[in-house]
């Protein structure tokens, strides 16, 4: 039996609502990306652990927490000694392509990365490490453009359909799928959009209309205690209603073109006989408050910043769409997709694999840990869990927030301080502090002197 392709498209802060498969809103139909899900799985309540962009991607990557992948903040690399699932797939035979931003070689900017520091992506000429640029202008004149040394040029200006970032990383892509090959590939491709700065290039910076962008449900209701909560991350509050709007417009006017070249993407595969032989995952790295709350941006200790959309597309074992429920998370990505190729791999994951879950659709009863890794764990830690009924954070601090999954989606209601829910979070507390204990994460000895005062160990 052939071996399956693997395409990875993740995205930079992009929310869970915007992909119109959840039905979350009206405003914005992403029917390309919907598509994916057509013969795969429609993941509703896939986290990243980590928040902002640079531990997450290792999360993602690695299949280990922050901790232990090295990349514990924004511009920090990770620690080379690490094994990705790009390892795992080109030592089982596959090409490995990555295209795009990376965000784990330090503070480099653009910073093409080096092919010392790939980590399992043989091709890496078109990786660079952070930045938002909106335009891209090749080098024309060399015999060979894209070398180590002598990559093409970024500007913050917006480009066209051929030099805006998206579309200029969406060709790239599509060139690497029309090669002739005898052996199965990986081709990840990240988009920094649509991440701020919130512009992108016409028709789709004005395809939404300001005036018709609505205010989320607590864009007014943003609490004094939420204060506690923003120390040091990169969360910001925002009161001008038409400068939400504009900006909001843009966000899902960078989406929709995400979604025009995902189309793109997904015509090459079919058009390259691959379609049907290739697994195919769209994610994003993180998500956005945009709004929610009052705030925007990311980090912050609400479900918005870490719920992000996840779809597969399997056509070679799945026939129809299979909606999941259950939650799991970046952790668990590595694991998980090696299992559904079938790859086996020495790799120790601090994630589980749920292929199998996957597909039996099964019923869990499912933590996940989150983290803001904004911050020095000692002096600003956040830390949380989400399970099906319940969210709870807690920081540095002693800082509570608990809200109700169920009957409270938007999280509108704190309640840390119902007497009546003491037990509940006490459990929850427990179940955190368990967990960074059997970690050795650097939140353990915060919480453990937290833990006398709010819950018997």
């Not at 009161?239 to 966000?251: G, L, P, R, T, V």
Request: hydrophobic share 30%; aromatic share 10%; charged share 25%.
């Amino acid at each position: 039996m052939k071996q399956s392709n693997l395409v990875v498209i993740q995205t930079d802060q992009q929310a869970q609502w915007t992909v119109s498969a959840y039905q979350e809103q009206s405003q914005l139909l992403t029917p390309q990306i919907d598509s994916i899900s057509r013969n795969g799985f429609l993941c509703s309540n896939f986290f990243a652990n980590c928040n902002p962009c640079t531990p997450s991607r290792g999360t993602f990557l690695t299949g280990l927490y922050p901790h232990s992948h090295g990349a514990t903040c924004n511009n920090h690399s990770i620690s080379q000694n690490k094994k990705t699932f790009a390892h795992a797939l080109k030592q089982n035979g596959y090409e490995t392509h990555y295209i795009g931003k990376y965000h784990l070689d330090g503070n480099r900017r653009p910073g093409w990365v080096h092919k010392s520091r790939r980590m399992g992506f043989a091709n890496n000429l078109l990786m660079f490490n952070r930045g938002h640029f909106k335009e891209v202008h090749e080098i024309t004149d060399k015999k060979n453009p894209f070398t180590q040394h002598d990559q093409p040029n970024m500007f913050e200006t917006i480009g066209d359909e051929t030099s805006y970032m998206t579309d200029w990383l969406t060709n790239k892509a599509i060139d690497i799928l029309k090669r002739k090959r005898n052996k199965p590939f990986c081709l990840m491709i990240s988009y920094p959009d649509p991440h701020p700065p919130y512009k992108t290039r016409e028709p789709y910076e004005s395809m939404y209309a300001k005036k018709e962008m609505r205010l989320p449900e607590t864009f007014r209701k943003r609490h004094d205690s939420l204060r506690e909560w923003l120390k040091n991350g990169e969360a910001y509050p925002i009161n001008d209603e038409n400068a939400y709007k504009q900006k909001k417009a843009s966000y899902l006017g960078m989406v929709k073109l995400i979604d025009l070249n995902v189309g793109k993407l997904l015509h090459q595969l079919d058009a390259s006989g691959e379609l049907e032989n290739t697994l195919i995952v769209f994610t994003s790295d993180h998500g956005d408050y945009m709004g929610e709350h009052g705030l925007m941006g990311k980090t912050g200790m609400h479900e918005c910043a870490y719920k992000v959309p996840l779809l597969i597309s399997f056509p070679a074992k799945i026939s129809g769409t299979k909606n999941i429920d259950f939650l799991w998370s970046t952790i668990d990505f590595a694991p998980t997709i090696l299992d559904l190729l079938e790859i086996d791999t020495g790799i120790k994951f601090e994630g589980k694999s749920y292929a199998e879950e996957l597909f039996s659709a099964t019923k869990l009863d499912n933590f996940v840990y989150i983290e803001d890794s904004s911050t020095d764990p000692q002096n600003h830690g956040r830390v949380g869990i989400a399970t099906d009924s319940y969210w709870y954070a807690i920081n540095s601090e002693g800082a509570e927030l608990l809200y109700d999954r169920k009957k409270d989606t938007s999280q509108s209601t704190d309640l840390s301080q119902d007497e009546l829910l003491k037990n509940k979070k006490a459990k929850l507390l427990e179940a955190l502090i368990n967990h960074h204990k059997e970690l050795k994460s650097p939140h353990r000895e915060w919480l453990d002197k937290l833990s006398k005062k709010y819950c018997r160990i």
